[in-house]
Each structure stands twice: as structure tokens, then as C-alpha cells.
């Protein structure tokens, strides 16, 4: 089989062949750069498929990365938010304020008494029938005992001493109509004079018999043995003056 003739570079003429001349070598081929090596990929698991790096692993990536500064991006705008609003402490309910207490009524003023020899009240103190107005009457021995001034009906004012008669422990009071009712058992149809100890009744329109005569308060009820002690009195002007006892 004849020699095949040797393949020459494509851009390199082939030099003939002189007799009596060396054939001069041939100029070696321009070095070329190597390929770069191509890393292997590794294989996939049996049954999935190869995963394709240039198709899919780079998109993930960039979707992970984006996704993370996202939400790093949100993260620094609540926190910023946080810290700028202003933080308020929680308002404690108030109790209800207590009612103020009522105030108690403030004491009338003691009323002043008087005492007798002298004046014990006014025509206009005393302008109703059976109006009362208690005084004090002192003795010429200095002694001092409770009295009352009644008008009685018919502009007739009459003063008696609420000491017992013949020196007793008791003070007579002025009884009404319901008191005599129901405290001495007497049913009357205006006030009188009562004992509460010896439950005697002295009905100051009526006369009774006195060592000296006759007397308001005639006994209508009970174990007295005479009205009770009679105080002097007479209107001077507006006023109404008590003088001696008997």
C-alpha cells in the first residue's frame, strides 16, 4: 500500500524536496490555550432529574436574596416606626370620688330665757290662743323656779309657776290635746296643765279655790289639792311683764 502523503497544517504550504539539500524541520504549530475545565456536575439522585444550574439554580438564589432584603427592608421600617411613636403609660382607672358627707344642720341657738320680775315676752311672741312661753321667776330670797306664760283664749295671759304646789319633787308641763289623751287618760277639747306624778289636771279656764281665793286651774282630774301657783302679769305697751307670786 503506498505511503499516504502527510497532512500539512491548512495554512502552511508544503516545501518541496531539493536533491543535495536538507530538508529544513518544520516550524512547530503555534501553542494553543487548553479549554477551561468544565467542573461536573454532580449526579442527580435515582428517579429525579438532573437539576439544571444555568435554568435553575441561579433564578432561586436571586429570589432568596430578594426576598430576604425585603423583608430586612420591612424589619428596619417597623422598628423605625416603633421608635418614633411615642410610648404613653397606661392610664390607671380613678376611683370615684366619695360623695361628699352631708353636713350636719347646725345647732339652733339656745333660746334665751327670761327672767322675771320683769319682762318674758312680747304681744307678738304670743299672738295665738294657747301659745306658751317659758321664763324663769326668782324669789326675793333669791331663789329661782321654772314658770310659764299662756295666752288664753279671749286675750286673757296668764303666768304660773311649774313647781308642785305645797312644795312637791314634780315640775307640772303643758299638756296638749293628745298628750292629755294619751298620758293622763282624760280627753279634752284644748290643753291643760298636768302632774305627771300625781297625774292631776289643771284646766287654767276654769277658776278653782286658793288660800287667797280663787285661782285659774281648776283641778278637773287626779289627787291635787289646789290649782297651781299664780304669777302676776300685765301687758305694758308691747310687752308682756311679770311681777310678784303669789
Not at 435515582?46 to 423583608?71: M, S
Not at 370620688?97 to 319682762?119: F, L, M
Not at 287618760?185 to 302632774?195: C, K, Q, R, W
Amino acid at each position: 500500500m503506498p505511503d499516504e502523503p502527510k497532512k500539512t497544517s491548512d495554512l502552511q504550504a508544503a516545501q518541496p524536496a531539493i536533491p543535495g539539500v536538507p530538508a529544513r524541520a518544520a516550524r512547530p504549530a503555534p501553542a494553543t490555550k487548553p479549554a477551561p475545565a468544565v467542573k461536573a456536575t454532580p449526579a442527580a439522585p435515582a428517579g429525579q432529574p438532573a437539576a439544571n444550574k444555568e435554568a435553575k439554580g441561579q433564578p432561586a438564589y436571586y429570589l432568596w436574596a430578594a426576598g430576604g432584603g425585603a423583608i430586612l427592608v420591612l424589619v428596619i421600617a417597623i422598628a423605625w416606626w416603633a421608635h418614633g411613636v411615642p410610648r404613653t403609660a397606661p392610664v390607671a382607672p380613678q376611683a370615684a370620688a366619695p360623695a361628699p358627707a352631708a353636713q350636719p344642720a347646725p345647732p339652733k341657738p339656745a333660746e334665751r330665757i327670761a327672767v322675771a320680775p320683769g319682762p318674758i315676752a312680747t304681744t307678738s311672741e304670743m299672738k295665738e290662743a294657747w301659745s306658751t312661753r317659758q321664763f324663769l321667776y326668782r324669789a326675793a330670797s333669791g331663789e329661782t323656779s321654772p314658770a310659764l306664760l299662756v295666752r288664753l283664749p279671749g286675750d286673757a295671759y296668764w303666768a304660773i309657776s311649774l313647781r308642785e304646789p305645797y312644795g312637791g319633787t314634780c315640775e307640772l308641763e303643758f299638756a296638749s290635746v293628745e298628750k292629755l289623751r294619751a298620758d293622763y287618760n282624760l280627753i279634752a277639747s284644748h290643753p291643760m296643765i298636768g302632774d305627771p306624778c300625781t297625774h292631776t289636771v289643771y284646766d287654767l279656764t276654769r277658776y278653782g279655790s286658793g288660800p287667797n281665793g280663787l285661782v285659774r286651774g281648776a283641778i278637773v282630774a287626779g289627787i291635787g289639792v289646789r290649782p297651781p301657783l299664780a304669777i302676776e302679769v300685765q301687758v305694758e305697751g308691747l310687752e308682756i311683764v311679770a311681777s310678784r307670786s303669789e
